[in-house]
């Protein structure tokens, strides 16, 4: 069996990618402020004064954590995640704060699932899942176009079934 090199992959994800990240962290924050102002509200003089005060630095928070959920975050997620099907493997490269690389060789894969969440739906986008027997040798190629991803999936799952055929 050859070695497959760690290398970055030559994809990016889809623009669109960078929208709808932003979105997940306005999500997120909206959530966040929502209790952050509840809770400061509605029990405010019955909390302890060590709570109060970590809620008042929460709030003066928000404004920085929105900056970088909504703005930093997504663009530089853009940045990292990567992807690459070649004949020997699947490569993906993402995270943005900790970036993790998988390669996933051709003949290890098991079964390739398309998925599009609400928000991906929105924005046009699909995530491919790559499964082999062994969850740690899994991976995905996260926030694709729809077309791009069903087309990627479906030639993976041949190849992975060719492999598989030649094996046998």
Request: charged share 15%; glycine share 4%; aromatic share 8%.
């Amino acid at each position: 069996m050859t070695e497959l090199p760690l290398r970055s992959p030559a994809h990016h994800v889809s623009p669109a990618a960078r929208w709808l990240w932003a979105l997940q962290g306005a999500i997120f924050l909206a959530v966040v402020a929502a209790v952050v102002l509840v809770v400061t509200t509605a029990v405010d003089d019955q909390l302890p004064g060590w709570l109060g005060t970590l809620l008042a630095v929460l709030r003066w928070l928000l404004v920085p954590i929105a900056v970088v959920s909504i703005v930093v975050e997504p663009m530089w997620r853009y940045r990292v995640h990567r992807w690459e099907v070649t004949d020997e493997a699947v490569y993906t490269l993402e995270g943005w704060l900790t970036r993790t690389w998988r390669i996933v060789p051709i003949s290890r894969i098991q079964t390739v699932d398309t998925t599009r969440g609400p928000l991906q739906q929105l924005f046009g986008l699909t995530s491919i899942s790559v499964r082999t027997a062994s969850h740690a040798g899994s991976t995905s190629i996260e926030q694709l176009p729809a077309d791009v991803a069903e087309r990627v999936a479906h030639e993976l799952g041949l190849r992975a079934n060719a492999v598989r055929d030649e094996a046998t």
